[in-house]
């Protein structure tokens, strides 16, 4: 008998323009069962979710050229891809105040893989918008 792992059809799309972290996560998500897909900024990550279709989103928010905060405000007008949940994951959480309704949780840096991984796992788990705040 198989044992299933009822994450491996979530695809984290993980965007950051620090490449060491995003790869630092990726394998930290994929350990734990997630497929995960990456974008370098906004623009990146705008680009490829109809190949990745990404059931949620780990967004850096100071980004070159096309920051986290412009990239979830186009993600949210396509009607394909506005449902997608979105982390926002800044080290400057003030910056995001003003644009905090359109993300699902907000998380601050630095945190462990560990601990990115457990407030995904708690998003999609809790399947609404902002009932995850960590910031």
């Avoid at 990146?44 to 780990?58: D, E, F, M, W």
């Avoid at 396509?78 to 800044?90: K, L, Q, Y």
């Avoid at 998380?107 to 708690?122: D, F, G, N, R, Y």
Wanted: net charge negative; proline share 4%; hydrophobic share 50%.
């Amino acid at each position: 008998m198989s044992i299933t792992n009822p994450l491996e059809d979530y695809t984290v799309l993980i965007v950051d323009d620090n490449a060491m972290l995003r790869s630092t996560l990726a394998v930290a998500f994929e350990d734990a069962g997630y497929s995960v897909a990456e974008a370098c900024d906004g623009e990146q990550a705008l680009s490829i979710l109809a190949l990745v279709h990404p059931q949620i989103i780990v967004m850096d928010i100071q980004m070159p050229i096309l920051n986290g905060i412009e990239a979830t405000r186009h993600l949210r007008k396509i009607a394909e891809f506005a449902a997608i949940p979105v982390v926002a994951f800044s080290g400057d959480v003030a910056s995001i105040d003003s644009a905090r309704h359109l993300f699902d949780g907000v998380l601050t840096k630095p945190l462990l893989p560990s601990e990115i991984i457990h407030a995904v796992k708690q998003l999609l788990s809790a399947g609404a918008r902002g009932d995850l705040q960590r910031a």
